[in-house]
């Protein structure tokens, strides 16, 4: 059974730094595409970063510069390390884990705020 369990949430702010993290299991853990995705209150979720399995990494416009998504395969952990954080950034962030389907992560709330 795939289990991918988010932690590091909480209430930041503006121009404040957090890590995320995303401890999984049930899985072979190095050989899947590890994601981070955002969903705002009234809006889609949103991919933010992706980490392959070769460590290739990408990010979306809005994060790219601010934000580092990386893997230990040895924990089975991806993280997302995210810099000047905006209240913008605010949102549920999820955990997906990616092969051939996506298995998601129950979330965890960041909200930047003053």
């Known amino acids: 059974q795939v289990q991918l369990v988010e932690s590091g949430g909480g209430l930041v702010q503006p121009g404040g730094s957090l890590r995320l993290s995303c401890a999984a299991s049930g899985i072979s853990f190095s050989i899947y595409t590890m994601g981070w995705y955002r969903q705002a209150p009234g809006k889609q979720r949103e991919l933010v970063a992706l980490i392959s399995s070769t460590g290739s990494t990408n990010y979306a416009d809005s994060v790219k510069g601010r934000s580092t998504i990386s893997r230990d395969n040895a924990k089975n952990t991806v993280y997302l390390q995210m810099s000047s954080l905006k209240p913008e950034d605010t949102a549920v962030y999820y955990c997906?884990?990616?092969?051939?389907?996506?298995?998601w992560g129950q979330g965890t709330q960041v909200t930047v705020s003053s």
């Open positions: 997906a884990a990616f092969l051939g389907s996506y298995n």
